[in-house]
């Protein structure tokens, strides 16, 4: 609705921008619930500590992998920002290879966890939260990759990339979130 | 301009009458009213489950209804009117006058506008097909886990309830991230923060409020469903879950949730309090920040709703305190509203007697609400009538009446025509003296001991005389709706006066066509001052000539 949008010149974020962030802070409010509620289940006696996961390497591997991800997004809309609309069609490529071998290696965890999600609280707490952080990295795929057909046809140029950029801050989001989980569910 | 005016009569020009063109419309007009139509509708069918309970409970030991019936008409009338009712309602209105309060054409995601609406009604039907599928929820709206889990509640009641809250809580979070994204991107020029009508800033706050609530509701209900459906353990003490995990992330949500019910009708009442007293709303200022205050506060309290589960007590002391600071923003607003009125040319119609019933319900319905804080006197009588006394003098006495007196207000600008006055008159007094009727008396009875939610009483306690004294009470709101409703369908039968400003009134609503065109305004509105009409009709005494 840009038409509509315009009547405010003076604000200086997007329509868009304004939107995500708040999505993005109700979002927030749901994964700090969880966290709660895991912190909550975990402080009382009888928590099985035997279930908590020792393994580290593929959980690490895959926060290198986002955080590699979070960097070609950024990059995609530099270049983006600068004119080198080919060069942001590769980072946003990168972005998307990374995000689907992040969703490869989270399958293979999630199967080789030795878990149920039956398997007393930290089964459950461990799928909720990993499940629906994997469904937020899913929907950001299907984001980027409408971003990457969109600006293959030429919708997005120097002056005009808000929704690559949009597509950048959630993709940061998801990454940030990642990290929060990994601390809480594998350091702590 | 004249090229955007074209465009959208060019868009709703495709489809102007008929079913269709209400069932493919994003205007945000339309969208409004079909959300107050339906929501009137829950709103009915909620009264009638009240009416229900009031038969069973009318004499001691009565067979009306079964203990079973009894507790799935509780659990929807609970759920009905919360999340079908009041929050669509206060949605209806939001829709229908935020872009044009605000100077704006449309929302700004007007699909997205569309599509909450529809999630809503579909969520709420789905709720309701549950009376069909092996009997409705029957555990309370507040669905207390682990009494709804699969090993207490096998029924499918409970996952309809789980859905269904889903299915809201999903409309209700869209569209207020609409109407949040609307009031910060589509004012008019001048229109700051500061000139933004009463009705809009609360609108803004109960947004903030859902946007940031809901998430613990959905979390609490997913957990649930996990619990049920895919055996976790989240609320099961012997797997290593929690008894009281439920109630923290649903009053987390549920306590924010009565500020979401009551904000948009203070927000009603200050617009309507000023017009009727032919000044502007004394303390703007104070109004908005208390409307700020409140929003911020009930974020902080969720755990006066558990008392009587055994927390510490230096737990019980900070939310016993932090309950009692609400009480400050909201008496704030009651002194503003009784400041505007003194002094004023006061002209008692319909939508008046509403706002002002309003203004003495809700009063009483705070104080009960304090009582309920101080956590000796809540032990005594948490889970009686007298919690049910307190929430229905705030949601009913309180949203409802300030609902109605919206309702009243903002009807000849979507239809043209105004409510009929005398029947309007005889609505209020029904419904006022049968409110007190009904909720007054569950005082009584709360601190004589009667539990809520039992489905009957045995005779010789002394509650037989209050509880018949209810009945009649509620059979005379039902006279008063009634009334509405005979009110409603004449006053649409008369012809239409279309005058655009019938109550000579302040804001920009006002300013436009009644019913206004699909486009509100030809022009952009400029504003220059708290009261953008009154300025246009009143050039020599206008607001921001004084100030300068």
């Given at each position: 609705m840009s038409i509509l949008a315009n009547t405010s010149p003076t604000n200086k974020l997007s329509t868009g921008k304004v939107a995500l962030s708040i999505i993005l802070t109700s979002e927030s409010v749901f994964f700090a619930t969880m966290l709660v509620a895991y912190v909550a289940l975990r402080d009382q006696n009888n928590w099985p500590v035997e279930h908590t996961l020792a393994r580290l390497?593929?959980?690490?591997?895959?926060?290198?992998?986002?955080?590699?991800?979070?960097?070609?997004?950024?990059?995609?809309?530099?270049?983006?920002?600068?004119?080198?609309?080919?060069?942001?069609?590769?980072?946003?490529?990168l972005t998307l290879l990374l995000g689907l071998v992040f969703v490869t290696i989270q399958i293979?965890?999630?199967?080789?966890?030795?878990?149920?999600?039956?398997?007393?609280?930290?089964?459950?707490?461990?799928?909720?939260?990993?499940?629906?952080?994997?469904?937020?990295?899913?929907?950001?795929?299907?984001?980027?990759?409408?971003?990457?057909?969109?600006?293959?046809?030429?919708?997005?140029?120097?002056?005009r990339y808000d929704t690559v950029e949009i597509g950048s801050?959630?993709?940061?989001?998801?990454t940030s979130v990642w990290i929060l989980l990994f601390v809480a569910l594998y350091l702590l | 301009m004249t090229v955007q005016a074209q465009n959208s009569s060019r868009i709703q020009g495709a489809a102007q009458r008929g079913f269709l063109s209400w069932v493919m419309t994003v205007d945000h007009k339309r969208i409004g009213i079909m959300y107050l139509l339906s929501a009137a509708l829950f709103f009915l069918v909620g009264g009638l489950e009240a009416l229900l309970m009031r038969i069973q409970l009318a004499q001691p030991e009565s067979k009306f209804l079964t203990p079973d019936m009894y507790n799935q008409i509780?659990?929807?009338?609970?759920?009905?009117?919360?999340?079908?009712?009041?929050?669509?309602?206060?949605?209806?209105?939001?829709?229908?006058?935020?872009?044009?309060?605000?100077?704006a054409r449309d929302m700004v995601y007007p699909k997205l506008n569309a599509l909450s609406y529809w999630t809503f009604l579909f969520g709420g039907l789905f709720m309701y097909s549950s009376f069909f599928f092996g009997g409705a929820p029957n555990d309370g709206w507040f669905s207390y886990a682990p009494l709804t889990e699969k090993l207490y509640s096998p029924s499918h009641g409970m996952d309809f309830w789980i859905m269904g809250i889903l299915l809201l809580g999903f409309a209700t979070t869209i569209g207020s991230i609409n109407f949040i994204v609307t009031i910060i991107q589509l004012r008019a020029p001048g229109m700051t923060l500061t000139r933004l009508p009463l009705f809009v800033w609360t609108m803004f706050v109960t947004s903030f409020l859902a946007v940031f609530s809901l998430p613990s509701l959905t979390t609490a209900v997913l957990l649930l469903f996990l619990d049920r459906e895919l055996g976790a353990h989240?609320?099961?003490?012997?797997?290593?879950?929690?008894?009281?995990?439920?109630?923290?992330?649903?009053?987390?949500f549920g306590h924010p949730e009565v500020y979401i019910l009551i904000l948009p009708a203070m927000g009603i009442v200050s617009e309507v309090i000023p017009v009727f007293s032919g000044k502007p709303l004394f303390g703007y200022k104070a109004v908005v920040f208390s409307a700020i205050g409140i929003g911020f506060l009930g974020f902080t309290v969720w755990a006066h709703h558990m008392f009587a589960t055994g927390m510490p007590s230096t737990t019980l002391l900070f939310f016993a305190a932090d309950s009692f600071l609400i009480g400050v923003p909201t008496g704030v607003k009651i002194f503003a509203w009784l400041a505007t009125m003194w002094k004023g040319k006061l002209r008692f119609e319909t939508p008046m007697l509403f706002s002002i019933g309003f203004v003495a319900l809700f009063l009483i319905g705070g104080l009960d609400g304090i009582h309920l804080a101080v956590v000796p006197v809540d032990w005594q009588i948490t889970d009686t009538y007298y919690v049910v006394a307190h929430i229905h003098y705030v949601l009913f006495g309180g949203a409802i009446f300030g609902i109605l007196s919206g309702v009243y207000y903002w009807f000849p600008k979507m239809s043209g025509r105004r409510l009929d006055e005398?029947?309007?008159?005889?609505?209020?007094?029904?419904?006022?003296?049968?409110?007190?009727?009904?909720?007054?008396?569950?005082?009584?009875?709360?601190?004589?001991?009667?539990?809520r939610r039992i489905?009957?009483?045995?005779?010789?306690?002394?509650?037989?005389?209050?509880?018949?004294?209810?009945?009649?009470?509620?059979?005379?709101?039902?006279?008063?709706?009634?009334?509405?409703?005979?009110?409603?369908?004449?006053?649409?039968?008369?012809?239409?006066?279309?005058?655009?400003?019938?109550?000579?009134?302040?804001?920009?609503?006002?300013?436009?066509?009644?019913?206004?065109?699909?486009?509100?305004?030809?022009?952009?509105?400029v504003v220059r001052g708290l009261r953008p009409l009154w300025d246009e009709k009143h050039p020599e005494l206008a607001d921001w000539k004084a100030a300068e």
């Open positions: 390497s593929i959980p690490l591997t895959n926060t290198v992998l986002l955080l590699f991800s979070a960097i070609s997004a950024w990059r995609a809309t530099v270049s983006l920002r600068v004119g080198k609309t080919s060069a942001s069609q590769a980072w946003q490529i293979f965890e999630f199967t080789h966890s030795g878990m149920q999600i039956n398997d007393q609280a930290y089964g459950g707490v461990f799928f909720t939260l990993m499940g629906f952080h994997g469904l937020h990295v899913l929907a950001g795929i299907v984001f980027l990759m409408i971003n990457l057909v969109r600006t293959r046809l030429g919708d997005f140029s120097s002056t801050w959630f993709w940061y989001y998801v | 509780f659990t929807m009338h609970g759920t009905t009117m919360i999340f079908l009712a009041v929050m669509p309602l206060a949605a209806g209105f939001g829709n229908y006058l935020i872009p044009l309060m605000i100077g989240f609320y099961n003490v012997a797997q290593g879950g929690s008894a009281l995990l439920w109630q923290h992330l649903f009053w987390f005398g029947l309007g008159k005889w609505h209020f007094w029904l419904m006022f003296i049968g409110m007190n009727l009904v909720f007054m008396p569950m005082h009584i009875l709360g601190i004589e001991g009667m539990p489905y009957t009483y045995g005779a010789g306690r002394g509650w037989e005389i209050w509880n018949f004294i209810e009945t009649i009470g509620a059979i005379i709101i039902a006279a008063g709706m009634l009334v509405f409703i005979v009110n409603f369908f004449v006053s649409l039968r008369k012809e239409a006066t279309n005058k655009s400003d019938p109550w000579d009134a302040n804001t920009l609503e006002w300013k436009t066509a009644s019913p206004p065109p699909a486009y509100n305004f030809e022009e952009i509105p």
